[in-house]
């Protein structure tokens, strides 16, 4: 069974640091674009970052000067660098992948459990 198991969340102080991390474990073929989403209480769940399998990124555009989203293919992790940190950046944090589980079946959508990031002094 395919899992993406999240981790680093918590509580930073504005204009702190937090880095997230974000494991696929199971049996899987390959892993296509890795990317994170956030939701605020009351708001709709939001585009945050997203990274190719060869190493392209891509941005919300409120986070792209202060966010540094990487990833490690033999891990098949992805990470999450987040500075300069704001209240408004407080929400739960899901990653997301695109796996293929076999290599004759099309790639499917998996999503972490969310992990809270806190801002606040």
């Known amino acids: 069974q395919v899992q993406l198991v999240e981790s680093g969340g918590g509580l930073a102080q504005p204009g702190g640091s937090l880095r997230l991390s974000c494991a696929v474990s199971?049996?899987?073929?390959?892993?296509?674009?890795m990317g994170w989403y956030r939701q605020a209480p009351g708001n709709e769940r939001e585009f945050v970052a997203s990274?190719?399998?060869?190493?392209?990124?891509n941005y919300a555009d409120s986070m792209k000067d202060r966010f540094t989203n990487s990833r490690d293919n033999a891990k098949n992790t992805v990470y999450l660098q987040m500075n300069s940190l704001k209240p408004e950046d407080t929400a739960v944090y899901y990653c997301?992948?695109?796996?293929?589980?076999?290599?004759?079946?099309?790639?499917?959508?998996?999503w972490g459990q969310g992990t809270q990031v806190t801002v606040s002094s």
């Open positions: 199971g049996s899987i073929f390959r892993v296509n674009e």
């Open positions: 990274i190719t399998s060869s190493g392209t990124t």
């Open positions: 997301s992948a695109n796996i293929n589980r076999l290599w004759y079946l099309p790639g499917t959508t998996y």
